[in-house]
Every structure is written in C-alpha cells, then in structure tokens.
C-alpha cells in the first residue's frame, strides 16, 4: 500500500533522479520537432489559423508534450506522428487550393456585420459574437458611432475589416462609447434622430415611445453624427 507524501514517488514518480537528463534530451528533440514541422506548414499556419489549423497545434502539442518526460513513450512512434500530421495538413491545404466548395466548408466566408451603418441582423445574430465584443473591436478602429462607417466584414480568421464613409457623407448612427450607449431608453424625453440599440437603424422621433421600422423594438439612445478622428 502506497503512502501519501512519499517525496521520491511524488516528485520522480519512482524514477532515478538521473531521468531528467533524459527528460532534458527528450525535451530537446521534440522542441526541435515542433519547430521544424511548423517551418514546413508556412508562414500562414503559424499567423492566421483556421479551425483546421487549431486542431493541428492541438494534435502537435499532444504529441509533443507526452514523449519528453513518460518513459513509456519512445521518440520515434511520437516522430512518426508529426510526420502523418504534417502530411495531413499538407493535404488538407492542397484541397483548400483546389476546392471552392471544400474551403467555405473549411474555413467559412466573410459575412457582412455592418450594411450603411445598420447591423445586418441576419449575418450578425448567426456570427458567434456578442455585441459588446462587437463594439470593443470597433472601438479600437476609432469608430464612436456606426453612422461613420459604410460596411464592416467578419473575416474568415476572425477579424474585423471595416471601409468607413468619408467625412462630407458620415450619418446619423448608434454610439458605441459606454458612456452615451448606456443612455438607451424606451422613453423618448425630447425630439431628435435616434438608434435603435438592436438593429443600430436611425428614425427621428417625438417625445413618444418609438418603434423601429426595421426590427420592431423600441429601445433607443440618442444617435449621433462626429466625424470620425484618427
């Protein structure tokens, strides 16, 4: 019957403290592993990962991490594994190339977020993002309301590609400061343009309760027109 707390079994696991230079040369030779077979998948791999891509770092940090320090895991059987891995990916980006209908299934299509400064509700509500992600990845674009901005994208690694109006045809849009969404309201308190805090669509109202004329609800804030400043 093992005891708790035995020092030898709980830091070696009953191995011969003369293990970690093996586990150092392991180390060593898989680092070098990994290293050469992300050189082989390309700058793109390494940059701009898709799905695909994520299961193969995955599927290489397994393979790498068990071989350096369980001795019951050999080198080669482990090396063997990043070869079929990198043949894999190599295949699988080959389709890419080749296939139109393999990449959209693969790595998707940009979807239009933003369409003349009103949410594409479609596109935005199938997208797993949430609005307050939304607004903070355009925030960082130095856009304060969505009237300055003509068309935005989700690429299909992720990112946010935005083409903004010029400044003699920037609109009425939605805030996205904190400080100004924050005042969205279903009361009406004076005359004005406002947004609709769903759909991001622009009406003037009357000292009212207002609904939207796109989506049907009736939560507002007063819109805005600054010109965008970089």
Known sequence: MKKIFEWNRLLFNDLPISFLAEVAFRTIIMFVVVLVTLKFTGKRGVKQLSVFEVVIIISLGSAAGDPMFYEDVGLIPAIMVFCIILMMYRSVTWLLGKSKWFE??????????????????????????????????????????????????????????????????????????????????????????????FCANTQRLEPTEGTCTVCGRKEWVLAINSHRIV
């Open 104 to 197: 959209n299934f693969m790595e998707g299509t940009a979807k239009c977020i933003i369409e003349d400064g009103q949410f594409s509700i479609v596109s935005f509500q199938r997208e797993d993002l949430a609005q307050d992600e939304f607004f903070a990845e355009l925030r960082l674009k130095s856009i304060e309301h969505l009237g300055q901005v003509r068309n935005a994208y989700m690429e299909t690694n992720g990112a946010i590609s935005v083409f903004f109006y010029r400044d003699e045809d920037v609109k009425y849009g939605l805030p996205i400061r904190p400080q100004l969404f924050a005042l969205k309201n279903t009361v009406i308190p004076k005359s004005g343009v406002y947004a609709c805090t």
